[in-house]
């Protein structure tokens, strides 16, 4: 299983994407293997490509019918690796390696008869290889079996009719001679080449007498038994050694077919591999299909792509015709990360487990950075993970929880802070000091505090952001330092990387004396609802209610700030979590003094 790329790893991790990679579940061997990559594209053309081929995935499978789409999967499934995939020579193929390519075209043409002209010319499904198929199919009825069959070679017929005359006046033979032992001794043999007998019993069988056709060899087996076979008269032998050579003979001609049909595969081995490769992107654009299907995914709109990139009702699988193309049309400029109704479906299932409610993430930010301010339990942390999780599904190729989703295509996204690998902004193990570290205590990894990591992370994020496009993501960073220095750092972190071209910079604090400075967005979780929480107080609830009730309580929305002082929402969940009335007063007033 491979890592995705450094300058995605910590994005990967942060952003809980693996969660939503599980469910893309390619068929063929090809597309597994391409899952397996885990890459992240940062080439617009390609990711248009890769849009455009699921949007006619999509149609194709609204087109069919349950058992049609059950037909296509189960084809795909059956699709085996091709034998010299591996770099194995295909002009040295064996039966087994004949037949998983005569199972590949199998496959592989009723695949082709279920899509249209449309389809097979955009995924370059194209067959011609008539000639090696019919050739193959010479080696059995069904489709997914193969043997030397007689009607690869004119002599085969005879050869084997003689091999099973042959086979049978053997058979005929030791017959009849097991009938003599049993016949003559009391011996039977059934399907048996020897028995087990005592001494005295086993000598007498060497005494010859008459009427006794049948003889017989004996060996020593232990101290008081012996082993005896039947002596295989010289006719036997004979019609023995004659199979032998009919044998040999089969074989030599067999061999010669194979070695024929593996000149042909090797020919063809080149187009063969082409059906490979197309095959497996196609399987890859069905299963973002069925993903986009079952979850409700929309296409992203990446500054980059063009024009091209939304396509005629391209927000999504629920949304076509001219509704759809007008939200396009009024979809914000590129430039602008915009999201509507974005999910970060493993929050969202994490939510759905506990019966607590889920809200999406409704977002508008055409400055380059961002700020966001928020108590704990806020939801600044989901907000940011929400982001990161769209962009790398928006990235990896697939299309994305979200009733819209407007960003640019980035060549590194960066995650650092509370919540993400301690290994820095590529991920954990992007250094050997990182990779030492991992699992540490905080103040053992590789000899630096937890604030020497946060600074050491965001030195690798500035690396990536002045070699290209970053999406820069910070959760509480500085967060292990001193409030002055740490507001120090954050505003000059944004100002940094706000004026990088192409770079944009998010990031969560709870510092908000922050120096505010222009081209940065100042934003604010709408936090606890301050009416409901005053109510649960008065109402004097049991404690466990009040728990249970607290994320309700909570507005996961984002909004604008003013910059005026709000309510301490931390000292307000601590009084709905038990805080004792006299500490929580003064909690109260020595915060709004501080403030």
């Not at 330092?481 to 004026?499: D, Q």
């Given at each position: 299983m491979a890592d995705p790329k450094p300058e995605f790893r910590s994005a990967w991790e942060f952003s809980r994407f693996e969660e939503l990679w599980e469910r893309f579940s390619p068929l063929t061997p090809q597309g597994k293997d391409e899952k397996e990559e885990r890459e992240v594209v940062s080439d617009a053309g390609r990711l248009r490509e890769i849009y455009d081929g699921t949007e006619a995935a999509i149609a194709l499978l609204r087109s069919m019918s349950g058992s049609e789409a059950d037909t296509l999967a189960y084809r795909l499934r059956r699709l085996p690796r091709l034998p010299f995939e591996d770099g194995s020579d295909p002009f040295a193929l064996d039966l087994v390696g004949l037949f998983l390519v005569k199972k590949f075209l199998s496959n592989y043409r009723a695949i082709l008869k279920v899509l249209d002209d449309g389809l097979r010319l955009r995924f370059g499904l194209a067959f011609e290889s008539t000639v090696l198929a019919a050739e193959l199919d010479r080696g059995g009825s069904d489709p997914e079996t193969f043997a030397v069959s007689d009607r690869f070679d004119p002599a085969l017929p005879e050869l084997r009719a003689a091999i099973a005359r042959t086979d049978a006046a053997i058979a005929s033979s030791r017959a009849a001679t097991k009938a003599a032992a049993l016949r003559e001794r009391g011996l039977d043999f059934g399907s048996r080449g020897f028995l087990v007998l005592p001494h005295e019993r086993a000598a007498l069988l060497l005494e010859p007498g008459p009427g006794k056709t049948c003889a017989f060899s004996v060996e020593a087996y232990d101290g008081a038994s012996c082993i005896v076979r039947i002596q295989q008269p010289e006719s036997e032998l004979l019609l023995e050694e004659e199979r032998a050579a009919l044998g040999a003979r089969e074989r030599e001609l067999e061999e010669a077919v194979i070695a024929r049909l593996s000149a042909l595969v090797a020919a063809e081995a080149g187009r063969l591999s082409g059906y490979a490769r197309a095959i497996g992107e196609f399987d890859l654009a069905r299963a973002r299909a069925v993903l986009a299907v079952e979850l409700e995914l929309s296409r992203p709109l990446l500054s980059g792509t063009g024009s091209e990139a939304a396509g005629p009702g391209a927000a999504g699988p629920g949304t076509a015709g001219p509704e759809g193309a007008a939200a396009q049309r009024s979809t914000p400029a590129a430039s602008t990360l915009a999201i509507e109704g974005g999910r970060h479906v493993g929050c969202e299932w994490d939510c759905a487990r506990r019966g607590v409610a889920y809200a999406p993430l409704d977002l508008e930010i055409p400055e380059a950075a961002a700020a966001i301010f928020g108590s704990n339990m806020g939801g600044k942390t989901v907000a940011l993970r929400t982001v990161a999780f769209l962009q790398i599904a928006a990235q990896a190729g697939l299309f994305v929880p979200a009733r819209s989703f407007n960003s640019c295509v980035y060549s590194a996204v960066a995650c650092l802070g509370e919540g993400t690998p301690r290994g820095g902004a590529r991920g954990a193990g992007a250094s050997g000091a990182a990779q030492g570290a991992r699992g540490a205590a905080p103040d053992d990894e590789g000899g630096l505090s937890g604030f020497g990591f946060e600074i050491r992370a965001f030195a690798e994020a500035?690396?990536?952001?002045?070699?290209?496009?970053?999406?820069?993501?910070?959760?509480?960073?500085?967060?292990?330092?001193?409030?002055?220095?740490?507001?120090?750092?954050?505003?000059?972190?944004?100002?940094?990387?706000?004026?990088?071209?192409?770079?944009?910079?998010?990031?969560?604090?709870?510092?908000?004396?922050?120096?505010?400075?222009?081209?940065?967005?100042?934003l604010r979780m709408k936090g606890l609802d301050k009416d409901a929480a005053k109510a649960a107080l008065a109402a004097e609830e049991p404690l466990p209610e009040r728990i249970r009730r607290i994320n309700g309580m909570m507005r996961y929305e984002l909004e604008r700030d003013s910059g005026e002082r709000q309510g301490s929402d931390a000292l307000a969940v601590a009084r709905l979590l038990g805080l004792d009335p006299l500490i929580a007063r003064d909690a109260e007033r020595r915060w709004k003094e501080r403030t």
């Open positions: 500035w690396d990536l952001a002045r070699r290209g496009p970053t999406l820069v993501i910070m959760d509480e960073f500085a967060r292990t330092t001193g409030s002055a220095e740490a507001e120090a750092i954050i505003a000059a972190a944004l100002a940094a990387l706000s004026s990088r071209p192409g770079t944009r910079c998010l990031i969560s604090t709870h510092f908000a004396g922050l120096e505010r400075s222009p081209g940065t967005a100042y």
